[in-house]
Nanobody, 118 residues
Framework: QVQFVESGGGLVQPGGSLRLSCATS????????MSWYRQAPGKERELVAT????????NYADSMKGRFTISRDNAKNTVYLQMNSLKPEDTAVYYC???????????WGQGTQVTVTS
């Protein structure tokens, strides 16, 4: 049974930082590509960052480059998103995604709310 436990979201002032965590179980975490997505009210879900199975390759959406860092700990089956210099436009529900080698290996977390406001 695939399970995700996302944590670390909350309310923060502009310029502040948050660290999201996504602890997983029920699948072979170490062979999955992990990503963070976000969805703001009234907008489509968008990709934030991706990290390969080994943790050696990362990719970011242009608006997050230099501010966000994705990382993973395969020993803990957990992926992280460090978010710095947060802006009000970063306000969204952030989702953890796991994508494996087969087409049906596509799992989502429940989402965690991030609100950036003064």
């Amino acid at each position: 049974q695939v399970q995700f436990v996302e944590s670390g979201g909350g309310l923060v002032q502009p310029g502040g930082s948050l660290r999201l965590s996504c602890a997983t179980s029920g699948f072979t975490f170490s062979i999955y590509t992990m990503s963070w997505y976000r969805q703001a009210p009234g907008k489509e879900r968008e990709l934030v960052a991706t990290i390969n199975s080994a943790g050696s390759v990362t990719n970011y959406a242009d608006s997050m480059k230099g501010r966000f860092t994705i990382s993973r700990d395969n020993a803990k089956n957990t992926v992280y998103l460090q978010m710095n210099s947060l802006k009000p436009e970063d306000t969204a529900v952030y989702y953890c995604n796991a994508r494996g080698p087969l087409p049906w290996n596509d799992y989502w977390g429940q989402g965690t709310q991030v609100t950036v406001t003064s």
